[in-house]
């Protein structure tokens, strides 16, 4: 942990530094007066704009009201993900299946879907949840089939030799073996989540008289507060870095990185 917290630090600036110059680069732009104010405005009316939003509790309402569909969704798809992945496993037979499903459906927007969606569910919070699970599942079930694979046979029956079976192995040696896949299946689900939320709510707006994020966006650009706009994307965008530090990083280093399955 030594030479990881230095590691850290230095990834960290490296962040800071590149956007503080982005920043700036977007400031000086913005300032040449080359793109209208109104559609190329200054990070100074932005960062006005979002606090002025979140002084009014309006926009962290939408971002709690989307990071729950997000969380149900997304969890929804973590359990049809394992579920997949196990009936795979125990048969090769549904192995094809469940591969000859995702070559199917996996490259398929989720937005795609989002018309069927409607006419089945319509246009409130739970269409939302199916289009974030739609778009998150495909992923996830990707990486844990491919890790569960790729866990070596000898680790397998050394976990056998040392009594282990059934859910123990599987616990104790499966995940742990193809964890670097599962956490990569995480992150991109987590991504594909944020972006099906948002655009399921710019296609049809609010869900039921209440959206997130992305019917905070639709609707600020219909009223053309530019501003605002990107108030809703730099919040996103913060979110995200929070999740991918906080979150990923931290199991990561905890995990895959402490268990030398990294270069790093």
């Known amino acids: 942990m030594r030479t990881e917290r230095p590691k850290t630090f230095n990834k960290t600036l490296n962040q800071s530094l590149f956007i503080i110059g ?3 680069c977007w400031e000086l732009l913005a300032r040449t007066r080359w793109f209208p104010p109104l559609l190329f405005p200054q990070l100074t009316s932005v960062f006005s704009s979002l606090f002025s939003e979140i002084a009014k509790g309006e926009i962290l309402g939408r971002l709690y009201f989307s990071l729950y569909l997000i969380a149900v969704g997304l969890g929804l798809a973590i359990i049809t993900a394992a ?55 495909w992923p996830l079930i990707t990486n844990l089939h491919t890790g569960l694979r790729s866990v070596p046979a000898t680790q397998i029956e050394v976990g056998k030799n040392y009594g282990l079976k059934g859910v123990g192995l599987v616990w104790k040696v499966s995940i742990p073996g193809a964890f670097p896949h599962i956490l990569t299946g995480l992150r991109i689900a987590w991504a594909r989540a944020w972006q099906a939320s948002v655009a399921a709510e710019m296609v049809f707006g609010a869900s039921g008289g209440e959206g997130g994020l992305g019917w905070f966006i639709y609707k600020k650009r219909f009223f053309m507060e530019i501003p605002s706009v990107f108030g809703g994307l730099i919040v996103i965008i913060i979110v995200g870095l929070i999740v991918e530090r906080l979150c990923f990083e931290w199991i990561e280093v905890r995990t895959v990185r402490r268990w030398g399955m990294t270069s790093e």
Do not use: K, R
């Not at 795979?88 to 499903?101: C, P, Y």
């Not at 996996?106 to 699970?133: D, E, K, R």
């Open 22 to 24: 982005v920043m700036i």
């Open 83 to 137: 579920c997949a992945a196990a009936l795979a496993l125990s048969s090769n037979l549904i192995s094809d299946w469940v591969q000859t499903v995702m070559a199917i459906l996996h490259p398929l927007p989720g937005i795609s879907v989002l018309p069927i969606i409607i006419l089945w569910l319509g246009t409130g919070p739970q269409s939302i949840m199916a289009v974030i699970w739609f778009s998150s599942v």
